[in-house]
Each structure stands twice: as structure tokens, then as C-alpha cells.
């Protein structure tokens, strides 16, 4: 069976839904997993900190304006009066839901619960459409078998024998649809998989079915070769490794959350990502073979802090480190970038949550220096740092000023930081380098 995810812009309007339903309506069995409608995850976010900072007058009105675009989907999604009753009490349902929400004191919990709302919403509507169109559709809850652990991670074991028993128990429908997103947490209470994690849904629900194939459908075709917002003529690269995806993902490419892989790598499923706008478009085919050598992509992320740590006690001194990293450990703060000198180590970090009490500790045994809006830029391919044409890469060298370099860290990432006001001139400087220079050879 395949497993299908839509994101947001996907299932965004009518004649969005509409394309999905022709890409999805081919007589196979499937598993559909959506996003909720473009904006609408954003919208919630909004109402819960209005809830937060007490401006209940506002938020009432924020669900309001939610309220009046649902029935406007509503009336243009469906033209079967049953199927449209069902899906305006749905809809007051959940608007009931929000306000109730509005009167209670803001947690963690009510922020969980707002923006759950959101992939229930289209997962409904999505089904009530296909439903129209006499398409045998069962929608079912991912509260029903999403689960993570006291970690955060999914809990596999759960979620294998309970999405298992629910699709046994409904043998005749052709597709299954549930929502992206959100899970139960280890104490059962409504949680989700951080914002973007829709993707992570589809490729925790391939493993727990065996999947031939977990494909993520979006607005663009595929992992582009450097970031098209800033670049012109990028393209599409075909074929990724799992350790190529993952690097991309991670280190900038928005096109899919960094977890995604995860999951299906060690099970051999592909993921192919698709373009709902353009279905004929080949995309990117992720799976565990190597296709070619050198660079293949760069991409950028912004929003990284770089922590400078120096100590005359780190010269000739073994478990330094160790003293560093059990504070990053302590404050369960990942470490991106690394790079070390005799007396000194250098690190970024993309979570500052924690940086006071970080720097606080570390200050304790070195001199820190904290550098905040850095941006790394990474070049990812296979083996890049033995490739012929990788030294092209540094002729960037003369043209911006690089803080830290990762070179041999993994065979597929270069890593550069610099600061974010460089990071268009680099991007375009490096597509120049690389990629332009290889088509007029
Ligand atoms: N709707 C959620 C978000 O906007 C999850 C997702 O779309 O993947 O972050």
C-alpha cells in the first residue's frame, strides 16, 4: 500500500482539493495523510498566544473569521446537502471547541489542543468531498493510534498494532484518510509532532504498514539544487540518498521536515516527493542508493547562534569536551556545527531556549562569546569532500566572510557559517561556482 501526505497549500482551495482527488483516485488502496489548509495552522497559532496574552475579545474574533472561511470552503466544497450539514455541524463542533478554549487559563495543553484543530478540520472536509464524488473514503482519527513516548518519539510499537487493527477492521474502503501532525502523547493528552511535521506523519505511518512507497506531495517538484527564492534556475535534483535527504532537510531545504526520513531508511521504503500542480513532473526519489558523485544541492538555515568557548585549560587537557557537551545535555540543546583549536572550540545551536543558563555553566570553566543571527550555508552530495570539483566551492572564500567551516564531518556536508546579511550573495555566488561553471565546461 502507498501512503500519500498534502501539505497545506495542497489541500489550500477547492481547485487544489480537486487536483488531489484526481492524483488520489486511481482504484489503488492507499492512506492519505493532510496538512491542514494553508493558513490555518498559522491562524490558530495566533489565536493561542491572543488566548495567552488575555486579549479574549480578540481571540473571539480571530474564531469568528475562522468560522466564516470554513463555511465559505463549505459552500464551495460541497454541493450534497447531507454531506454539507454533517460538515457545518463539524465545523461548529470545533469553533465550540476554540471558544470554550478561549475561557480557560493558557498551557501547553491548550495550545496543543487549538492547533490540532486545524488538520481535523481538512481531514473532515477532504472526506465529505471524496465522499461526493462516490469515492469510498474512511476518514480516521490519528488520535487513534499516533503516539510518542516520554521522549517525543513515536511509539512505534503502539502505533503499528493499533493503525494495523483499524484498517483490518475497515477491509472495504478504497482510502484511508487521517491527519498529519498531530498524536497523543505518552499520557494520552493531545499533542503533535512539531510545526511542518505532517511529513514525519506519513513516513511513521509507511513503517507501521510496511509501505512500498511514502510519498510527500507539495507545491514544488522536488528538492531543488540551491533555494529558489533566491536563486533563479534551480532545479529539481532526481535522485537522493537517504543520508543526502536527511542532510538537505535538515540544514535548510523547507520542502520537507528534517525527521522525515527517519523512520523508513533503515526499512528501505522510498520517498518520492511529488508536485500536486505539476503530477507529471518526475520529482525526487529518496532511497538508499547512491546516484553520483559531488555536489548536488546547497541550501541555507538561518536563525543559528555560534558560541565561542576558550580556555587556557583545554591546552594539552583531555575531557574539555565532555565538560562542554554535558551542559548542552543537561539543557537538551543540540549542537550543529563544530570546530576546534587547541584552546578554543566553536559551536552553533538553532534552539536558544536554554542559552542563558548555557553560557552561564560554561563561563564557569572558559570565556564565551555568543555571536546570534548566523546562517549556515551547506553543500550536500555524495562524497563531496574527496570530489575533483569540490575546491570550487571555496572560492567563496574571497568573496564573504566565513565564522566556521565543517569539512569531513560526513562525507555528504560541507558546512559553512556566516553571517545571515551574506546569505543571498553566497547563495548566488555558490550556484555560480558550482553548478554554472559545471554547464559551461
Ligand atoms: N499544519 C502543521 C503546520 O503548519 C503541520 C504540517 O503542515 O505539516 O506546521
Not at 75 to 80: A, P, R, T, V, Y
Not at 246 to 266: N, W
Not at 425 to 440: G, M, P, S, V
Request: aromatic letters at 8%; charged letters at 20%; hydrophobic letters at 40%.
Amino acid at each position: 500500500m502507498l501512503v500519500l501526505k498534502f501539505g497545506g497549500t495542497s489541500v489550500g482551495s477547492v481547485t487544489n482539493m480537486t487536483n488531489v482527488k484526481n492524483i488520489i483516485n486511481d482504484g489503488n488502496k492507499k492512506i492519505v495523510v493532510l496538512s491542514a489548509m494553508s493558513g490555518t495552522t498559522n491562524a490558530l497559532v495566533e489565536i493561542s498566544e491572543t488566548i495567552k496574552a488575555k486579549n479574549i475579545t480578540e481571540a473571539k474574533q480571530l474564531i469568528a473569521a475562522l468560522n466564516d472561511k470554513y463555511q465559505d470552503v463549505i459552500e464551495e466544497l460541497l454541493q450534497d446537502q447531507t454531506l454539507a450539514n454533517e460538515a457545518t455541524a463539524y465545523i461548529l463542533e470545533v469553533i465550540n471547541t476554540l471558544l470554550t478554549c478561549a475561557e480557560k487559563p493558557h498551557n501547553e495543553l491548550l495550545y496543543n489542543t487549538i492547533v490540532s484543530q486545524g488538520e481535523l478540520l481538512s481531514t473532515f472536509l477532504f472526506t465529505q468531498f471524496l465522499k461526493q464524488q462516490g469515492i469510498n473514503a474512511q476518514l480516521i482519527s490519528a488520535l487513534d493510534f499516533m503516539r510518542v513516548d516520554k521522549a517525543h518519539e513515536p511509539d512505534n510499537f503502539y502505533i503499528k498494532q493499533n493503525l494495523n487493527r483499524i484498517i483490518n477492521n475497515l477491509p472495504e474502503a478504497d482510502i484511508y484518510i487521517t491527519q498529519g501532525f498531530i498524536c497523543l502523547d505518552a499520557e494520552g493528552a493531545v499533542a503533535n509532532l512539531q510545526r511542518g511535521g505532517s511529513d514525519y506523519t506519513a513516513t511513521i505511518i509507511g513503517a507501521a504498514i510496511n509501505a512500498e512507497e511514502v510519498q510527500i506531495w507539495t507545491d514544488i517538484d522536488g528538492f531543488h539544487n540551491n533555494d529558489p527564492r533566491f536563486v533563479q534556475d534551480t532545479h529539481a535534483i532526481s535522485n537522493l540518498s537517504f543520508d543526502e535527504a536527511a542532510e538537505l532537510a535538515y540544514f535548510g531545504a523547507k520542502i520537507l521536515h528534517p525527521q522525515t526520513v527517519m523512520p523508513v531508511r533503515d526499512l528501505d521504503i522510498p520517498v518520492r516527493l511529488k508536485n500536486t500542480m505539476a503530477p507529471a513532473a518526475y520529482g525526487t526519489l529518496i532511497t538508499n542508493k547512491i546516484h553520483g558523485e559531488g555536489i548536488k544541492a546547497i541550501a541555507a538555515k538561518d536563525n543559528i547562534t555560534a558560541i565561542k568557548i576558550k580556555s587556557g585549560r583545554m591546552l594539552l587537557a583531555h575531557g574539555f569536551l565532555k565538560k562542554v557537551f554535558e551542559i548542552f545535555e543537561k539543557y537538551e540543546t543540540s549542537i550543529d556545527m563544530i570546530t576546534t583549536s587547541e584552546i578554543a572550540v566553536s559551536l552553533t545551536i538553532d534552539d536558544t531556549t536554554n542559552l542563558s543558563h548555557i553560557v552561564e555553566e560554561l563561563e564557569k570553566f572558559s570565556s564565551v562569546e555568543v555571536d546570534e543571527y548566523r546562517t549556515i550555508v551547506c553543500a550536500v552530495g555524495n562524497n563531496i569532500v574527496y570530489h575533483p570539483d569540490t575546491p570550487k566551492l571555496f572560492q567563496i572564500l574571497q568573496d564573504v566572510n566565513i565564522r566556521m567551516i565543517a569539512y569531513g564531518g560526513s562525507n555528504n556536508n560541507i558546512s559553512l557559517l556566516i553571517n545571515t546579511s551574506d546569505k543571498v550573495e553566497t547563495l548566488r555566488k555558490l550556484n555560480r561556482y558550482i553548478f554554472e561553471t559545471e554547464l559551461a565546461e
